[in-house]
């Protein structure tokens, strides 16, 4: 066993909490004897949302952290695997940890009870996915920006007019906060951002050991639907800032992985659904991805 471990993360409360989350994981199971936390500000953290969108949305959040491992202050780094850009530098090596918390997307208002009852209002979501989503499902909603921590996205509902908010119910879970969830969304209609509710950890991609003893601890269902679903993303060039979902779930045996794309605006949108043997995902997300490609989702992810 190694002694010590640097884990780097991002300084906001959730980051905090969840790289707190896998060092108490590495801990417990006896895979290294000490991990200090490194926590960082992070490009993604401190720029408007003009500039977020523009240079590479939630990957900006990975920057500052990946450098740590390069120069060496830090040994891995903890993210949530939706931040991870499906296509990832080949320096670099990512795994899931743990078991997938719960991928649903929800709904939080103080004045609905659900998000089928607003006609007519405003929702706020930082999400292309979520906005798309809302627009589309729901009906002559206008959506706002809203980024930033979720305490942060909280006060904004409670001091402005809006209507409710979406947010990731697994994010919500992990702060003890899920109490104030109005309504848990259906996960066929909100198909959730990819690796939603999946804890990874990055390294470098030269660190075999280090990925050997974290392999030890890999969720072998959670690592299969995560990769099915990055996969997929991947292969129709899409990014954390696109409107893309990827949801994939294990059954004994079997794996159904759903995908869904729509335009910016909400008017269109393609979904589609693929099963079969689990030990065949690879093969299973290419072929979906190659469907999507075959109905327009290129085009429509310019639009």
Do not use: W
């Not at 405003?122 to 305490?151: C, E, W, Y």
């Not at 979902?245 to 294990?250: D, K, T």
Request: contains cysteine; positive net charge; proline residues 2%.
């Amino acid at each position: 066993m190694q002694g010590n471990i640097k884990l780097a993360t991002r300084k906001s409360p959730l980051a905090l909490r969840q790289a707190n989350l896998v060092k108490d994981n590495l801990l417990d199971n006896n895979i290294f004897s000490n991990v200090e936390i490194v926590a960082m500000s992070t490009s993604g953290d401190n720029v408007d949302q003009e500039t977020f969108k523009k240079n590479g949305g939630k990957g900006l959040f990975l920057k500052e952290l990946e450098n740590a491992l390069i120069r060496g202050e830090a040994d891995i780094a903890v993210h949530s695997m939706k931040d991870v850009p499906a296509k990832l530098d080949e320096n670099f090596l990512i795994t899931s940890i743990m078991k997938r918390e719960d991928p649903r997307d929800v709904f939080i208002s103080n004045s609905h009870k659900s998000i089928a009852q607003i006609s007519s209002g405003t929702i706020g979501s930082s999400s292309p996915r979520r906005q798309a989503m809302i627009k589309h499902f729901v009906g002559n909603i206008d959506v706002i920006g809203l980024r930033g921590n979720i305490n942060t996205r909280l006060k904004k509902l409670q001091d402005s007019k809006i209507d409710g908010i979406v947010l990731a119910k697994a994010g919500l879970q992990r702060m003890e906060m899920g109490n104030l969830i109005t309504e848990e969304l259906n996960i066929d209609t909100f198909v959730p951002s990819p690796g939603q509710g999946v804890l990874c950890i990055e390294c470098l991609n030269k660190n075999k050991k280090i990925i050997q003893k974290i392999n030890k601890l890999v969720h072998k269902n959670t690592e299969i639907c995560s990769r099915a679903e990055r996969i997929f993303t991947a292969e129709l060039d899409g990014d954390c800032m696109s409107p893309i979902g990827a949801y994939a779930e294990v059954k004994e045996n079997m794996i159904s992985i759903t995908g869904f794309v729509a335009s910016l605006d909400g008017t269109r949108y393609i979904k589609n659904k693929i099963e079969g043997k689990k030990e065949d995902y690879i093969n299973l997300s290419s072929k979906l991805s190659k469907i999507f490609l075959k109905m327009g989702s290129r085009g429509m992810l310019k639009c």
